[in-house]
């Protein structure tokens, strides 16, 4: 580890204080859990993860890395929060996930040890937390082996955003804790699709995710304005 890791001490904090409800789906974490399934299936039948070897950069609790176990992958997820690792961990053992081991180290550091190793890199709800996002995502297109595949998902940065994201859901519906989001962080898709393509990475294609406050619905769209996901994929050498 170095003294100019890509983290944010009080963001590590900020998740690291609510690790213990990661797992409750009542919790603050919800959210999370309600649009993981959605996410899981729109990565699965892209690069269908049964026997692929799988890396989920910022993992937290393990939510999404645990389900892609289940779906036959082999991942292992990173993070630097070492109360929420060590949750995602106690998880996998209560639970029987096969397949699936966490690491606490930084993306750039796994970048420099193991590139090429992975068939599929996630980095989900991570970007909007870093000082230099840029840098996750160079990393992980290192990580991925050629013809592998590349997905984030971020929040957008225009006022529909800033309503709906953080005023809607951290202070009016307090659906997550207030100060999860910082408006200057969030990245316009155009922005990420450039570090991608900077990256080396070619984009394949986004898509939206929507919620309904009344009904506590989400679903997969094509209007990327609040929450989007990319897809991406490292050209064949």
Not at 64 to 90: F, I, N, P, W
Not at 207 to 223: A, F, I, M, Q
């Amino acid at each position: 580890m170095t003294n100019t890791i890509n983290a944010d001490p009080a963001e590590l904090e900020k998740f690291s204080s609510l690790a213990h409800r990661w797992w409750d789906p009542e919790s603050e974490f919800k959210p999370l859990h309600q649009i993981n399934p959605l996410r899981l299936e729109w990565i699965d039948g892209q690069a269908p993860l049964q026997g692929k070897r799988v890396l989920d950069v910022g993992c937290g609790g393990g939510i999404l890395a645990d389900s892609m176990a289940r779906k036959g992958a082999e991942v292992m997820g990173v993070d630097l929060a070492t109360k929420a690792l060590r949750v995602a961990q106690l998880h996998a053992l209560e639970t029987g996930t096969p397949n699936i081991q966490y690491h606490e180290v930084s993306v750039e550091q796994l970048a420099q040890e193991r590139p090429a190793s992975f068939d599929v890199v996630t980095c989900m709800e991570m970007l909007e937390h870093v000082p230099d996002p840029s840098s996750i995502v160079r990393a992980c297109a290192t990580l991925v082996r050629p013809g592998g595949w590349v997905f984030f998902s971020t929040i957008n940065r225009n006022a529909k955003a800033f309503g709906l994201a953080i005023v809607a859901a951290e202070y009016v519906l307090k659906m997550i804790p207030k100060g999860t989001h910082e408006y200057a962080k969030l990245l316009r898709p155009s922005e990420l699709a450039r570090f991608a393509r900077d990256a080396g990475l070619d984009v394949q294609g986004s898509k939206g995710l929507e919620h309904n406050p009344v009904t506590g619905r989400y679903w997969l769209s094509n209007d990327t304005s609040v929450n989007y996901m990319l897809a991406t994929r490292r050209p064949q050498e």
